[in-house]
C-alpha cells in the first residue's frame, strides 16, 4: 500500500505540474489509470484501503502544489469516483477474466473509460460551481474528460498488460525476433525523437506494429511505454517532431498524449489478432494430433479383427475338401472383408491428405503400361454388365515420365471403377495423351451413365459427398473416392474435374506433369524365391490371440517353429531365452508396446539382438521406415504377403 501509495502521488504531481493554462485542468491525469488497474486485479475486499490511499495521495499532491484544501477534495472524490466506476461497469462486463488483448474486452475498456471520465467531468464541474463559481463550467468539464480519457485509454491497457507479464511471457516467450524488435523500436524512437527538423512521427507505427507481432499484448505495451518515455524525456528537452506543433506547451502535451493514445488503441488490436491467430494454430495443431491419435487407434481396432476374419477365410477357403455351396460362401465373407478394408483405408488415405501427409514418391514409370493394366482389371466386370470398356491409343505418350506409379493407379482405378459401377449401357472410353502446351499428360474417363447436374458436379469432389445419397440409393460407398482422387492429384502438381450433364453421361480428367524420366542404369534383380529356412524359428508378439493363430496356420506349412508372446515384456523374456530366426512384433500392445520392447531387445546382450524383427501392426501411423526394424507388415496381411516380408528379412540380414 506504501508503494502504491508513493506511485498515485508522484503521477498526480507530475499531471499537476504538466503546462497549464490559468482555469485548465492538466491536459492528461495518470493517476487515475493506476488505481483503476489495481482495483481490476484486486479483490473487493482491498479496495477500501486501496481507495483510501489513493484518495489521500491525490489530495496530498494537490494540495502540496498550492491547491485549496476544500477544491482538492472536491476533486479527489470525483477522480475516485471515477476509478470505482470504471473497474465496477469492466468488472460486471467482463469479469475477473480481463484480457486487453481481445478485442471485445479492450473495446469494454475504451467504452467503460469514456463513460467513467464523462461522470466525473459532470461531478469536476458540480465541485468548481459550488466552490469556485459558475465561470467556464463547460471548459472545465471538457478539459476534465479530454485530460481523463486520455490517461485512462492511453495507460490502462499498457498496466493491465503488464500486470499479466508473467502469464503472457509463459505464453509467448521473447524470441530473438522479440528482442530485435524491442531494439528496433527504441533506436527508432531516438531518432525520431532526438531531431527537430523533421516530422517524423509516421515512422514510429510500423516498428510498433512489428513488435505487436513479435510479443502480441505485452508487446504492444511495452512499445507504447518506450515511445512515451522516450517522447516524453526529448519533448521535455525541447527536442522532437513535438515541438514543431504550433501552439503552447499544454497543446504539445495534449498532442504528445493523443499520439501516444492513438498509438496503444491501433497496436493492442494488431497483437490481439496476432495471439488469437497463434492460439488458433495451437489448438489446430492439437486437434490434429487428436485426430491422428484417433485414427490411429481406431485404425488398430479394426484392422486387428479384420486381420483375422480374411486371414483364416482365405485359409478355409483353399482348403479342397469344402463343399461348392460352402466355397461360395467363403467367398462372400472374403470379398466383404476386402470391401471392408477398402473403406477402412480410404479413410485413413483422406485424414492423411487432409493432414498434408501424402506420401507422394516419384520414379520412372511407363504411364501407357499402367494405363492398360488399370484397364484390364476392369475388363470382366464391363463384360458381366454388356457395357463396353475401350482403350484410346497410347502410342503419343512418352515412354517413361517421373510420377508416382501406386498413387496414379490409385486415381484411375477409382475413376475407372466408379464409371463401370454407374454404367448400365453403352460404353466407356479411357485415354490418356500429352499436352505439350502445357506441359501435362491429360487422362479421360468418358462413360454413358446418367449424367449429373451443374450442382452436383460441385459437391462431387468433396468429402462424404455422393450424387446418390439417399435412403434408397443404388450404389454403396463411403463418399470419399473422388476426394481422395482431388487430393492426390494436386499433391503430384496436376488437377481434376468433371464435364457431365443429365442423360449425357460423364467425363472425368485430370492432368499431372509431364516430365521425363530415363530408364533405370541398374539391371532389375533376379525374381527371389518365396521360401523360408528348414525349421524356421520364428517369435510372434502380439496381444491378440486369433492374430497369434492366424500367423501359425499360415507358416506351420511352412515348417516354422513359433513361439508365442502377448505383449512386450513376455517378448523380452523370450528372446533372451532361446535364439530365432526372425522376431514379429506388434507396435500396440499393453503393458509394454512393441516399439520399447524392440529397443530393449536390441540394446540387450541376448542371441537375438541381432536378428531380423519385423513391425507387424494394424496402425495406420507407424512408421514405415524405423531403424529398430527389419521391415513392416500391414494388418490384414495376406499369406504371401507374410511369407515374402520374412523371406526377404531373414535373407537381408544373412546378407549384412
Known amino acids: 500500500m506504501l508503494a502504491f501509495g508513493v506511485a498515485v502521488f508522484a503521477l498526480a504531481t507530475l499531471s499537476i505540474e504538466l503546462p497549464r493554462r490559468p482555469g485548465h485542468s492538466s491536459p492528461v491525469w495518470m493517476p487515475n489509470a493506476l488505481i483503476a488497474t489495481a482495483l481490476l486485479r484486486t ?5 477500501p484501503m486501496l481507495l483510501a490511499t489513493a484518495g489521500v495521495a491525490c489530495w496530498g499532491a494537490a494540495v502540496a502544489l498550492g491547491a485549496a484544501m476544500g477544491l482538492a ?22 469479469g475477473p477474466d480481463l484480457s486487453v488483448g481481445r478485442p471485445r474486452h479492450l473495446a469494454f475498456v475504451v467504452a467503460a473509460s469514456l463513460g467513467a471520465t464523462v461522470v466525473s467531468g459532470g461531478l469536476a464541474a458540480l465541485v468548481f460551481w459550488v466552490l469556485r463559481g459558475g465561470d467556464h463550467l463547460g471548459l472545465r468539464a471538457v478539459s476534465w474528460i479530454a485530460g481523463n480519457a486520455l490517461g485512462l485509454l492511453t495507460l490502462v491497457p499498457c498496466l493491465l498488460a503488464l500486470s499479466r507479464a508473467r502469464e503472457l511471457l509463459k505464453e509467448r516467450p521473447v524470441t530473438r525476433g522479440g528482442w530485435l524488435a524491442l531494439a528496433a523500436l527504441t533506436i527508432t524512437s531516438i531518432a525520431v525523437f532526438a531531431q527537430s527538423r523533421y516530422p517524423l512521427l509516421f515512422v514510429i507505427p510500423p516498428a510498433l506494429a512489428l513488435l505487436a507481432l513479435e510479443l502480441e499484448v505485452l508487446g504492444a505495451a511495452l512499445g507504447v511505454i518506450i515511445v512515451g518515455a522516450v517522447a516524453v524525456c526529448f519533448t521535455g528537452a525541447g527536442s522532437g517532431p513535438i515541438t514543431l506543433v504550433q501552439g503552447d506547451l499544454t497543446e504539445r502535451a495534449l498532442f504528445l498524449q493523443l499520439f501516444l493514445g492513438v498509438s496503444i488503441l491501433s497496436s493492442l488490436p494488431l497483437a490481439s489478432s496476432s495471439a488469437q491467430r497463434r492460439r488458433l494454430q495451437a489448438k489446430a495443431e492439437e486437434a490434429a494430433h487428436v485426430k491422428a491419435d484417433f485414427l490411429a487407434n481406431m485404425s488398430h481396432e479394426l484392422r486387428t479383427p479384420l486381420t483375422a476374419v480374411l486371414g483364416f477365410a482365405q485359409l478355409v477357403e483353399r482348403q479342397p475338401e469344402l463343399s461348392p455351396e460352402t466355397r461360395a460362401y467363403v467367398q462372400r465373407v472374403t470379398s466383404a ?11 485413413l488415405d483422406f485424414s492423411k491428405l487432409e493432414a498434408g501427409q501424402a506420401d507422394i514418391k516419384p520414379q520412372p514409370m511407363s504411364v501407357a503400361e499402367l494405363t492398360r493394366e488399370a484397364v484390364e482389371m476392369f475388363a470382366a466386370q464391363a463384360r458381366e454388365k454388356g457395357v463396353v470398356l475401350r482403350l484410346a491409343d497410347l502410342s503419343k505418350l512418352p515412354p517413361l515420365i517421373e510420377a508416382d506409379p501406386d498413387r496414379l493407379r490409385q486415381v484411375l482405378l477409382n475413376l475407372i471403377g466408379n464409371a463401370v459401377k454407374f454404367t448400365e449401357i453403352g460404353e466407356i472410353a479411357v485415354q490418356a495423351d500429352v499436352d505439350p502446351r502445357a506441359g501435362h499428360i491429360v487422362f479421360e474417363v468418358s462413360d454413358t451413365g446418367p449424367g449429373m447436374s451443374a450442382d452436383q458436379s460441385k459437391r462431387l469432389f468433396q468429402r462424404f ?62 525374381t527371389e524365391v518365396i521360401s523360408l529356412p528348414e525349421d524356421c524359428r520364428v517369435l510372434v508378439v502380439d496381444d491378440n490371440t486369433a492374430n497369434r493363430q492366424l500367423v501359425r496356420a499360415i507358416l506351420t506349412p511352412f515348417g516354422a517353429v513359433l513361439t508365442e508372446a502377448a505383449d ?3 517378448a523380452i523374456e523370450a528372446a533372451e531365452a532361446k535364439p530365432f530366426d526372425i522376431i514379429l512384433m506388434d507396435l500396440r500392445m499393453p503393458r509394454m508396446d ?7 531387445i536390441r540394446a540387450g546382450p541376448g542371441v537375438n539382438r541381432r536378428k531380423p524383427i519385423l513391425a507387424f501392426s494394424a496402425d495406420a501411423s507407424a512408421p514405415i521406415a524405423d531403424p529398430l526394424f527389419s521391415g513392416h507388415v500391414n494388418k490384414p496381411m495376406t499369406a504371401s504377403g507374410l511369407v515374402q516380408a520374412m523371406s526377404q528379412a531373414i535373407a537381408n540380414g544373412r546378407a549384412a
Open 43 to 47: 479483490s473487493r475486499d482491498q479496495w
Open 73 to 94: 477534495l472536491g476533486l479527489t472524490a470525483a477522480n475516485l469516483i471515477e476509478c470505482l466506476l470504471c473497474a465496477v461497469v469492466l468488472l460486471k462486463l467482463v
Open 337 to 347: 472383408g476386402k470391401a471392408l478394408r477398402a473403406t477402412i483405408n480410404d479413410i
Open 465 to 526: 459427398s455422393q450424387v446418390d445419397a439417399g435412403a434408397a440409393r443404388k450404389h454403396g460407398g463411403t463418399g470419399l473416392g473422388l476426394a481422395i482422387c482431388k487430393g492426390l492429384v494436386e499433391a503430384m502438381g496436376g488437377t481434376i474435374g468433371v464435364d457431365s450433364r443429365p442423360g449425357e453421361g460423364s467425363r472425368f480428367w485430370f492432368t499431372i506433369p509431364a516430365i521425363p524420366a530415363e530408364p533405370a542404369s541398374e539391371p532389375a534383380t533376379p
Open 568 to 570: 512386450g515384456d513376455e
Open 594 to 600: 512393441g516399439r520399447t520392447a524392440t529397443a530393449r
